[in-house]
């Protein structure tokens, strides 16, 4: 049992019904309010494809007007008066509460918990994820959208028609990922999802960090089920200042799926360690700080070259132009 987490005390758990979009706002905005060490939230489909479920999960009593607020405020009055708290008899109540997370499915990518793991297709690249301390499952836009600009990176763009003067030449797809040096950096890793896809896809190193030693006890966990041991190491550092980044050299793509302040503070660090040529994927952001949080990766002479928005966040696709 990892340090400060008590999944065999008795619990209380608030579940309602509702729609899909109204079931992530509610989850989300859960999510973010409440210690992850404490709390677990869940949003999955319901049995009749119709509606969806929420389910949280609080290790001590909460203060139910305060969770009907949150609820109200994602939803609408109706939604938040449907909230049904209930009292649990002891038992893994994290366990319980990731059991009821449908796998996501983002390209070729498939997000799942282990209790479906032999349902996801042989075609597809299965992530399996223990969440319980960490940021990451896949169901938030965030995460998602990050694996769905990893696999539109991974795609091949129809080349440019050739003028009749040009002379012929190997076409190379714009947005494929084929920088020099092929390290991979994966910033703020939380479960370790984003490193570990990166890894599986393009069988190349990934460097990931993360500011917690809670999440990196996580990914460590996740990498070595996922078995990506050999291709990922999960260190625990505040920045790009740790000596291991300055020995993978300069990288080829960058993860940073972590919150608006940071990604600014992180611009400079992070075009420092960025190769020409290379890609950096932002996210963490809602749709309104796209711009702010531009800014200063615009300075240091990248430009966007994609964007996913999933549930009111965004995830940005920069490039750094490659030496002419």
Known sequence: ??????????????????????????????????????T???????????????????EHEPDQDAVRALVRLAADDTTADALAFDRLDPKDWVAASLAGLAPVPAGRFVVHGAHDRERIAAN???????????????????????????????????????RP??????????NRVTPPGGAILDIGTGTGVLAIAAARALRRPVLASDIDPAAVAVARDNVRLNRAGG??????????????????????????NILLGPLKRLAGPIAGRVAPGGRVILSGLLASQANAALAPYRAHGFRLIGRVVLDGWITLVLARPARR
């Open 165 to 174: 003067t040009a002379r012929p030449r190997r076409a190379t797809p714009r």
């Open 40 to 58: 677990a939230v869940a949003a999955y489909e319901m049995p009749d494809e119709r509606s969806w479920g929420v389910e949280i999960y609080f």
């Open 231 to 256: 291709l990922v190491r999960v260190i625990t550092a505040a920045g790009l200042a740790a000596p291991a980044f300055r020995e993978r050299g300069r990288a080829g793509l960058v993860f940073a």
């Open 124 to 162: 597809r690249i299965a992530l399996e994820i223990d969440a319980a301390l960490a940021f990451g499952t896949g169901h938030h836009g965030t995460t998602r959208g990050c694996l769905l600009a990893l696999d539109r990176l991974l795609k091949a763009a129809p080349p440019r028609p050739l």
């Open 1 to 38: 049992m990892r340090e400060g987490l008590h999944p065999a005390r008795p619990a209380t758990v608030a579940r309602l019904t509702t729609t899909e979009p109204l079931a992530r706002r509610i989850a989300d905005l859960i999510g973010e309010s409440f210690d992850p060490a404490e």
